[in-house]
């Protein structure tokens, strides 16, 4: 009998971590756009006992979404999605962390719309930026660490645990929902204890 499926798209470091927290007796379909980082990812999480598949996938491609979501459908019944994937303007130009985030962000859910099993779950992980103007980077970061509450970044397990929450049975009435986990950066910028980037 096919296990339930947890695909999971973007094998770095908060990916990873929910496909650990996620991926107790079910099938993690392991996706991303870097091969190496994919096969790496995946090896590490076998080596740990889940059972892994892998697809590569570029989210800005409709095209290869769509053979995500087969992969995934041919696997078992589909429970959950997490779109990790994503760019900052430091990585790449604006038309390519539009392409990913933006525009990647909406197919990936419009296409896994056909599969989701009854009862599924879809997730997108994505940076505070939006919620700040212009994104800043190096020192500009390290200032608004030093300046929020928490004052330091979190782990990529800490933000695995909320997505469980959102993920899970506890969070069915939770939709369109956008939950701010910065340990406090934006409230420092709208309690004027940090000037807004830009």
């Given at each position: 009998?096919?296990?339930?499926?947890?695909?999971?798209?973007?094998?770095?470091?908060?990916?990873?971590?929910?496909?650990?927290?996620?991926?107790?007796?079910?099938?993690?379909?392991?996706?991303?756009?870097?091969?190496?980082?994919?096969?790496?990812?995946?090896?590490?999480?076998?080596?740990?006992?889940?059972?892994?598949?892998?697809?590569?996938?570029?989210?800005?491609?409709?095209?290869?979404?769509?053979?995500?979501?087969?992969?995934?459908?041919?696997?078992?019944?589909?429970?959950?999605?997490?779109?990790?994937?994503?760019?900052?303007?430091?990585?790449?130009?604006?038309?390519?962390?539009?392409?990913?985030?933006?525009?990647?962000?909406?197919?990936?859910?419009?296409?896994?719309?056909?599969?989701?099993?009854?009862?599924?779950?879809?997730?997108?992980?994505?940076?505070?930026?939006?919620?700040?103007?212009?994104?800043?980077i190096g020192d500009v970061y390290r200032t608004m660490i030093a300046?929020?509450?928490?004052?330091?970044?979190?782990?990529?397990?800490?933000?695995?645990?909320?997505?469980?929450?959102?993920?899970?049975?506890?969070?069915?009435?939770?939709?369109?929902?956008?939950?701010?986990?910065?340990?406090?950066?934006?409230?420092?910028?709208?309690?004027?204890?940090?000037?807004?980037?830009?």
């Amino acid at each position: 009998m096919a296990k339930d499926v947890v695909v999971v798209i973007g094998a770095g470091g908060i990916g990873v971590a929910i496909a650990r927290r996620q991926g107790f007796g079910k099938t993690i379909l392991l996706a991303d756009f870097n091969e190496k980082t994919l096969q790496a990812a995946a090896e590490d999480l076998m080596g740990e006992s889940y059972t892994v598949s892998t697809h590569h996938v570029d989210v800005s491609s409709r095209e290869s979404v769509r053979s995500l979501v087969d992969a995934a459908a041919a696997l078992g019944a589909v429970v959950q999605v997490v779109n990790t994937a994503g760019l900052s303007p430091n990585m790449a130009p604006p038309e390519r962390v539009l392409a990913v985030d933006v525009y990647g962000s909406a197919v990936v859910f419009e296409e896994f719309e056909r599969v989701i099993a009854p009862g599924g779950a879809g997730l997108i992980i994505s940076s505070m930026a939006g919620h700040m103007l212009p994104a800043p980077i190096g020192d500009v970061y390290r200032t608004m660490i030093a300046a929020s509450p928490a004052n330091r970044m979190a782990p990529p397990e800490e933000i695995a645990i909320a997505a469980s929450y959102l993920l899970g049975p506890d969070a069915g009435f939770v939709t369109g929902s956008d939950l701010l986990i910065d340990g406090g950066v934006i409230a420092a910028m709208r309690a004027g204890k940090l000037p807004a980037p830009g």
